[in-house]
């Protein structure tokens, strides 16, 4: 029996998949199960896949219909440790040791991430790395210090890189809720498992390759990480955080929101309206900041290219001359 399960979510995807199935077989560390969940492919992905189960710790399994890949995993998943990696990306040969090592060694550490490089669809790199992030206390991130971490940095955590100590995702019923939550679910369950008394652990080198592609569905959904803005908001007020937090968390996600519904305009804010309500001034800030950003401004950017304020314009200026000239 083997610690670790890799699962590896598949759908449509095959041109990928290849490259993230040799870069598991690089891996320095190989003690571990690789279960392969295919979401009702259309392409050649089985055929892609079937040279690979020739390896005894290779398996796949295809839906029948449309399922939760990540929570099927969770569920699926016999192993101590779990690491759920996505088909369009690569993994660099020590990151399944190095992630393993950590939870080897710290038994309250409930996951392990790694730092990420960026590569584009054809796979060459970008040039940075994605989470070059400030983590405190070295390369730990110890219990309801995230909530700072996102607000002042941003989401430092990857979700394919992490690798859960699964006896607390069991032990929590702990799951991605993509049904409410969409394709942000990763960041809020990042939140759930940091109100825990265990800690994060940060690999500052980067030890995977995340895909920026057109075909990513994190591309594809609307007010992503703006989902967010409600059940985090009740996490934080039933784990006692204080009136300064929930509101410097409302004032971030607002910020986003109104700039997200500036770019998709306001009919498909209303789609996830009911996902945002806390009842209280914040959503009048965030109601009048949309207004502004969606009317207000471009009435005053529209005014100012009318003949009448350039002509206001210049008549502002000669008065102001006048001015000038009658103080002398």
Known sequence: MYKLTVAVITFNRAKYLTEMLDSILRQTYSQFYVKIYDNCSTDNTAEVVMPYLRDERFSYFRH???????????????????????DDDIMLPNMVKEEVSILDRFDDVSMVVTNTNMIDQDGKPMGYSVLSFWIPNGCFINSREYIDIFLDRGNAISCPTAMFRMEIIRRHN???????????SDAYL?????????????????????????????????????????????LLSKNGYSGRTKGKWLKYINGLLIMETCNRGYGAFLEIEDTLLVHNCYDWTLYLGIVYGLYVCPLIKKTKKSKFYQYAKKVKKLLCKWRQWLSC
Do not use: M
Request: proline content about 5%; hydrophobic content about 40%.
């Open 64 to 86: 029948s219909s449309v399922v939760e890949n990540g929570n099927f995993a969770f569920q699926d998943c016999k192993t101590d440790y779990l690491l759920i990696a996505h």
């Open 174 to 184: 702990f799951s991605f809720r993509v049904a409410e939550i969409g394709g942000a």
């Open 190 to 234: 990042w939140f759930e498992l940091n109100q825990l008394e265990h800690r994060f652990y940060f690999v500052p080198t980067p030890l995977y390759n995340y895909r920026i592609h057109a075909g990513q569905d994190s591309a594809n959904s609307p007010f992503l990480t703006s989902r967010l803005r409600k059940p985090v908001y009740q």
